[in-house]
């Protein structure tokens, strides 16, 4: 505020008044409210028999596709799967209140990788209303179905968020695996910053690199234009620019990494270090 006091008035003062107050009201209703909803949770957990448990399991994707039923060709896995991921989701919501800074950086990681697989933000809506419809048939105990679907929207808008600051033009086109679409996508960035761009992306605390990223996603089109790029030497008035750099310094263990999964991509990376 200090640093704009020519733009500040009135007006500001009142809306940044209100927003501070409203803040103070939902924090102070939500204090106490959740080492109450943790033991209600964990008490509907634990509660839990192998058939309750499976059932679960079950009706949470079922629920899932009915609500939106393009979300099963994201989800093609055998049903094992599935209910692993079922077993992970309810894990989650219980740690969300356990450990919740780890559980941030956790989720924000695992929302890093979903911008790889390009799964569309709309379908965690669904996904959470399915899951809290299941658990309300089966618990007559508000606290705890409150508990679930405090913990798993807000999973899931971690999720979202990371989802939507990590879905660069650079990792929309890795998914393309189109070496046209990647060199478009990177033609806009900076000199200076270009390298940046292909080899770190960060959410919070976690990152994740495009340029590994499309190796491990098979991407390899994508992935010699990257290094491609990042071994041009570039220049302006003032400096030159070389990503060689930034390239070792982001992935020392870049050529043990290519030789192991990539080769083909060797001739460039050995061409661009001459």
């Given amino acids: 505020i200090s640093l704009v006091p020519k733009d500040w008035d009135g007006d500001h003062e009142v809306a940044w008044g209100w927003l501070w107050e409203n803040v103070e ?7 106490g409210k959740p080492q109450v909803q943790e033991k209600a949770l964990e008490r509907f957990i634990m509660s839990l028999t192998e058939d309750a448990a499976n059932f679960l399991r079950r009706e949470v994707f ?74 309300r048939t089966m618990t007559t105990d508000e606290s705890a179905e409150d508990a679930f679907r405090w913990s798993l929207t807000l999973i899931s808008k971690i999720l979202v968020r990371t989802i939507l600051e990590g879905s660069t033009i650079v990792m929309q086109a890795i998914n ?26 960060a959410v919070g605390t976690q990152s994740i690199s495009p340029l590994y990223w499309a190796i491990e996603s098979g991407s390899l089109n994508c992935a010699k234009a990257m290094i491609i790029d990042l071994l041009t ?16 310094t982001r992935h020392p263990e870049v050529i043990q990494r290519l030789c192991a999964d990539a080769p083909p991509l060797l001739p460039a990376l050995l061409d661009g270090l001459i």
Avoid: H
């Fill in 25 to 31: 009201r939902m924090l102070k209703n939500l204090m």
């Fill in 62 to 135: 079922k629920r899932f596709f009915a609500l939106a039923p393009a979300g099963q060709d994201y989800f093609k896995q055998s049903t094992t799967r599935l209910y692993w991921i079922a077993d992970k989701i309810i894990e989650m919501t219980i740690e969300m209140y356990r450990a919740p800074k780890r559980m941030v950086e956790d989720i924000s990681a695992l929302g890093l990788r979903y911008v790889g697989y390009a799964i569309p933000t709309e379908f965690f809506a669904p996904f959470v209303s399915g899951a809290v419809q299941v658990v």
């Fill in 176 to 201: 393309t695996n189109q070496e046209k679409a990647l060199n478009k996508a990177i033609s806009v960035s900076p000199r200076g910053k270009r390298a940046v761009e292909l080899l770190n992306i």
């Fill in 233 to 248: 030497i570039r220049s302006d008035r003032e400096n030159y620019y070389y990503g060689c750099d930034e390239l070792f």
